[in-house]
């Protein structure tokens, strides 16, 4: 067996905030898979895993370790996103292939060497705005996003999406307790259709929320962004996300594609209690793709960048992706939104959106 070629996934612990351990787990899943469908006498590549504060000085000496002592040929970062944007640079830097599994800025300023598998804010204001108008027939809707640039972007970009389908948008922040007592106040005496709520990872705020409006009378229906969708805020909420709908991008059913299944399978078959989640999905389709560009380039940088710079509508659980040398995220021609609806405890599928297994 030849020598194993080496992927370094650099990963940061935050407490409140599992997103980038379940990137990482899907990685991990993807090498073990990946191993099983090449053979050994052809190929072999690792996973070399560093777990690091989410500082990115920390991420930064982890990157040099992975590299310099381990011979780590390409690096994946599963991360917040100043770890992740610090790991690009620092790859673009040394000319070699940055695979991030969120929605790296990065990706968006010309960059050589970094490419990035999370769904762009506009991708998913578009689906969040399909999902309301489509899957609830939703007219009116009250759009609530936590404070800070990425969730306000992201709220932007779902209400300019929303406005274009013709849909009423009113939009509020979460505060404070005070704050938000105040904001339910305002949204029931607006009268939406549906509240649309835009909140991250990190989910304290967002589950003290759900609870705030749990104890109102006649709260409408409520469609959370793809982050809420996971385990740990299903339990934090218990019946106050009840019937409630989540921005999703898995099929969940005899539809689900080939990739889907094979995540589900090994998800299932590492922990029979867990539930698969975007970020999963992301540390999966990114080190599947990090993995063909070695397969088709070998340990030759400018040849793993050309061979995924060159695919289209290749089959990730993410959805088709199709990448360019203009276009590192892969997300932009392929909207992978479902939508699932959250019944005793379970997550299950309610709109498909019309999209079809790839």
Not at 30 to 43: H, K
Not at 224 to 243: I, N, P
Not at 291 to 306: C, K, S, T, V
């Amino acid at each position: 067996m030849a020598d194993a070629i080496r992927v370094g996934g650099i990963c940061t612990v935050t407490p409140g905030n599992g997103s980038p351990e379940e990137q990482l787990l899907g990685a991990q899943l993807a090498a073990s898979y990946t191993r099983g469908r090449w053979p050994n006498d052809t190929l072999h590549i690792d996973l070399v895993e560093r777990r690091v504060a989410d500082d990115p000085a920390a991420a930064e000496a982890a990157a040099t370790e992975l590299v310099e002592r381990d011979g780590c040929v390409a690096l994946m970062g599963m991360s917040s996103v100043p770890v992740s944007t610090r790991l690009g640079e620092w790859c673009e830097d040394r000319g070699m292939l940055f695979m991030a599994a969120n929605n790296n800025p990065v990706v968006r300023k010309g960059k050589h060497w970094v490419f990035g598998i999370g769904v762009p804010s506009e991708v998913t204001g578009e689906g969040t705005a399909r999902a309301l108008d489509e899957a609830l027939g939703a007219k009116r809707v009250y759009l609530i996003h936590q404070l800070g640039e990425f969730q306000t972007y992201a709220a932007q970009c779902a209400e300019a999406a929303m406005t274009r389908r013709g849909i009423i948008v009113e939009v509020g922040e979460l505060g404070d307790v005070a704050s938000n007592d105040l904001l339910i106040d305002r949204v029931l005496a607006w009268g939406p259709d549906a509240v649309c709520l835009y909140s991250g990872s990190e989910l304290e705020e967002s589950t003290a929320f759900m609870h705030a409006t749990h104890e109102t009378r006649d709260w409408p229906p409520t469609l959370l962004s793809r982050s809420m969708l996971c385990k740990e805020f299903a339990e934090l909420c218990g019946t106050a996300a009840e019937g409630h709908y989540f921005v999703d991008m898995f099929l969940r059913d005899e539809r689900a594609t080939e990739q889907e299944r094979a995540l589900l399978d090994a998800l299932a078959t590492h922990d029979p209690t867990s539930l698969a989640t975007a970020n999963h999905a992301f540390g999966w389709d990114g080190f599947r793709l990090v993995a063909e560009a070695i397969r088709a380039g070998g340990e030759d940088p400018e040849a793993q960048l050309f061979y995924i710079e060159g695919l289209k509508d290749y089959p990730g659980v993410t959805g088709k992706l199709t990448f360019g040398a203009e276009d590192h995220n892969g997300h932009f021609d392929y909207d992978p939104t479902t939508v699932s609806r959250l019944v005793d405890g379970r997550f299950v599928p309610f709109s498909s959106l019309g999209r079809w297994p790839v």
